[in-house]
């Protein structure tokens, strides 16, 4: 896996540790086998990135105009 590869550890310690982290409520886990994913619960207060607006051009900046199609001429 990418985090045994990155924290340079066998696979088996890092799905051990997951185990441990499942156990103490700290990851959810979905699917089965190679299929698992971890992920951590979500933080009460804090809004995924998501849900963010996107960002609103700044005053000075022009809006861009997109040109029509060849077809639509």
């Known amino acids: 896996s990418?985090?045994?590869?990155?924290l340079?550890?066998?696979?088996r310690s890092v799905q051990r540790a997951l185990d441990c982290l499942s156990a103490a409520g700290k990851v959810q886990s979905g699917g089965h086998g190679r299929a698992r994913r971890w992920m951590s619960p979500a933080?009460?207060?804090?809004?995924?990135?998501?849900?963010?607006?996107?960002?609103?051009?700044?005053a000075g900046q022009r809006q861009r105009r997109t040109r029509p199609s060849p077809q639509s001429r």
């Not at 340079?8 to 696979?11: F, G, I, M, P, R």
């Not at 933080?43 to 700044?58: E, I, N």
């Open 43 to 58: 933080v009460p207060g804090w809004t995924t990135v998501l849900l963010l607006p996107a960002p609103l051009p700044s």
């Open 8 to 11: 340079d550890v066998s696979q």
């Open 2 to 6: 990418a985090l045994a590869l990155a």
